[in-house]
C-alpha cells in the first residue's frame, strides 16, 4: 500500500508489528526513526534560503529555527559579498574592535550569527543553510522525506520498535534494511547532483 502520509505509516507499522498492545508507542517508534534520519540524510530537499537584515551597530541576527548546518552567507550589496566564516576565536582575535563598517567575517554563536566589522547600515543578508527534518505529526501529516522515501521511514520506525521489544533478531533485519535505504538515498542525492552514476569507458583502437 501507498505511504504518503502520518497516519498511513502508522498504519503499516502496525500492520508489520501485528500488535494490539502499541498504539501508544508506535508515534515513538517514528520520532527515534527521524532522529537517526535526521543525522544520516543530506538531500536536496534539507537545502533551504532565508532572507535577513542586519540592523546597523547590531552584531548579531538570529538564525532559522530550523537550521542544522550553514552553507554559505552573503550580503545582498552591489557587487555582493560572501562572508568568510570563521571560528569563534579567530573571529574576535581578527575583528578586536567594535569598529563598524561593512562586514566581512561570520560565526555561530548559540542561535544567532554574528557579523563583523559590525554592521554600519541596514544591508540584505542571504543565508543558504540545510534544515533539520520537518517531523511528521497530526498537523505536519507528510514531508519529502515520507512522500519520496517511505521505506526509509517505514524500516527505521520497525528497528525502533523491535528494539523496544527486546528482539534482538528482528531489529537487526529491520536495522539492515534501514540502513541499506539510507545508503541508496545517499547515492540518489550523489547523483542528482553531478548528473548520474561516473561510468568508466575505456576505448580500443585494433591495429
Known sequence: MAITTYTQLK????KFLARDDLADEI?????????RMGRML???????????STVAGSEFISLPTDLRQIESVKL?????????YLPP?????????????????????????????????????????REDLD????????NTILSRHSDAYLYGSLAAASVFLMDDQRAATFDQVFSRTIEEIK?????????????????????
Do not use: W
Not at 508515534?27 to 532522529?35: G, P, R, T
Not at 545582498?76 to 568568510?84: A, D
Not at 517531523?135 to 507528510?142: F, I, V
Open 42 to 52: 543530506d538531500t536536496r530537499s534539507q537545502i533551504n534560503r532565508v532572507n535577513a
Open 135 to 142: 517531523e511528521l505529526s497530526d498537523t505536519q501529516p507528510t
Open 89 to 129: 576565536a579567530d573571529y574576535y582575535r581578527l575583528n578586536s574592535t567594535d569598529a563598524g563598517g561593512t562586514p566581512r567575517h561570520y560565526t555561530i554563536i548559540g542561535t544567532t550569527i554574528g557579523m563583523r566589522p559590525i554592521p554600519d547600515a541596514v544591508v540584505g543578508v542571504q543565508m543558504i543553510y
Open 27 to 35: 508515534e515513538n517508534f517514528v520520532q527515534l526513526a527521524e532522529a
Open 76 to 84: 545582498n550589496t552591489t557587487p555582493s559579498r560572501v562572508l568568510e
Open 187 to 207: 547515492q540518489d542525492t550523489a547523483n542528482s547532483k553531478f548528473g548520474g552514476p561516473l561510468v568508466m569507458q575505456s576505448e580500443y583502437i585494433g591495429v
Open 11 to 14: 498504519d503499516a507499522i502496525a
